[in-house]
């Protein structure tokens, strides 16, 4: 490896188990130098976060409730008392009561729609806005959203919704911290087999679609998103903010399946 990231320290937010979007990107970056901290949300998580934490060399965890405000308080601040700074924070965090992940999106209750947007989009800006504070000499934010954001895509329902907020979020956030050299960007990989894509109803289907349709005849792998996270951190990524950038053989831009799936 080059060592992109050699001297850099990040939060990692949002590490399930080792199939994990997140831990495909934390993996890339301590592969590249990055020294690194994670969060995670109850004790059952945090048993299967510390051993993938010690692979990479990190002791550094944190239990974190984003929608908790003290909790989000704490964190930021035993990273502060740690580091004393901050280069980079993975936000991959997203929720939603799995019954309303299939059927109909008008029957979406108003309780499930307001804690979706509030864990899946607004704890991204509440990140931030203690991040920015630990980044006096700039740094990268990154989400993670899916196309259902601006296409339906069956029984993604109100986390299309809470994502297309996000990215409009991801947009607003990088006018705001650009001037402090902090760049803020969205990745957005097609399906993937992880514990909160399975979720969705009818995510094998999708995912054997999209990799039938996509250009390149293939779902994202964690190690291209991961790849595509180091550069988004790394100083490559220096002039690159307020980007949805799609990691998903290229299905979004596909107006109809492949003729030969018709």
Known sequence: MAELMKGKRGLVMGVANDRSIAWGIASALAAEGAELAFSYQGEAFGKRVQPLAASVGSDFLIDVDVTNEESLDACFAAVGQRWGSLDFVIHAIAFSDKAELTGRFINT?????????NISCFSFIDVARRAEALMPNGGSLITLTFQGSNKVVPNYNVMGVAK????SATRYLANDL?????????????PMKTLAGSAIGGARATFRHTEDNAPLRSNATLEAIGGTAVWLCSDYGACTSGEIV?????FHLLGMPQADNL
């Open 164 to 167: 297309a907020a996000l990215e």
């Open 178 to 190: 650009g001037p402090q050299k902090i760049r803020v960007n969205a990745i957005s990989p097609g």
């Open 246 to 250: 799609h990691v998903d053989g290229g």
């Open 109 to 117: 209750t108003k309780g499930n729609f307001l804690n979706s947007l």
